[in-house]
Each structure stands twice: as structure tokens, then as C-alpha cells.
Nanobody, 126 residues
Framework: QPQVVESGGGLVQPGGSLRLSCTASGLTLDYYAIGWLRQAPGKEREGISYIKSTGGSSDGAAHFAESVKGRFAISRDSAKNTVYLDMNSLKPEDSAVYYC???????????????WGRGTQVTVSA
């Protein structure tokens, strides 16, 4: 069974930056779309970004939800089998558990993904 693992969460002040990493065993991430979704207490999980696969007919494009557009970036390091989510200009409302998910095409919904990490906590607070 493939395993997906997130890392890099923590406490950061408003306006600060944080980089989350997603790696996997048993999966070559380049062949899949990778998504980042988050869930704040009392709220539904929200898809915030995904990057399409780099193989075949896929264009490898990155997509962002309006809530993070212009502040977050997503990228791949194929050699490390890792996908990063760079988060800048963080706001308290960005506080949530962030999940990395792996799927065939990507999207902003849970159903777009087949494999999930356990999540990493991000807290934005002074």
C-alpha cells in the first residue's frame, strides 16, 4: 500500500512563510496529480491547490483556489519524489490541518484523490 507523508507544518506569525513537503513511498509522484487540501476546526475540507502530472498528455499545470491565489505556490522535485507547497503572506484564517493527496487528474474535491497523507498542522498566530 502506498504511503503519503506530509511534513513542514508548524506555528508561524501572520505575514510569515512556511513550506510544506509531500513525499510518498510506493508511488512515483511525477506520474500523478498532487493536491493540497486543508481542514480548519468546524469546517469542511477545502482543496487549495493541485499540480497535474508531468507524464503523457498532462500539461503539469498548477491550479489554486481563490483563497490562496497569489500567496501560495506548488512545485515538484522529481529527484526527491517530493511536492512542495510554499505558503507566503500567511493569515490566521490559513490555520488548518493540511493534507497531501495523490490522484490521476487532480481537482479541488476529496473524490479527485485516491491516496492521502495524515496531515500536518499549520497554525498562524501572533
Amino acid at each position: 500500500q502506498p504511503q503519503v507523508v506530509e511534513s513542514g507544518g508548524g506555528l508561524v506569525q501572520p505575514g510569515g512563510s512556511l513550506r510544506l513537503s509531500c513525499t510518498a513511498s510506493g508511488l512515483t509522484l511525477d506520474y500523478y496529480a498532487i493536491g493540497w487540501l486543508r481542514q480548519a476546526p468546524g469546517k469542511e475540507r477545502e482543496g487549495i491547490s493541485y499540480i497535474k502530472s508531468t507524464g503523457g498528455s498532462s500539461d503539469g499545470a498548477a491550479h489554486f483556489a481563490e483563497s490562496v491565489k497569489g500567496r501560495f505556490a506548488i512545485s515538484r522535485d522529481s529527484a526527491k519524489n517530493t511536492v512542495y507547497l510554499d505558503m507566503n503572506s500567511l493569515k490566521p484564517e490559513d490555520s488548518a490541518v493540511y493534507y497531501c493527496a495523490v490522484g490521476p487528474w487532480g481537482g479541488f474535491d476529496d473524490a479527485d484523490f485516491d491516496y492521502w497523507g495524515r496531515g500536518t498542522q499549520v497554525t498562524v498566530s501572533a
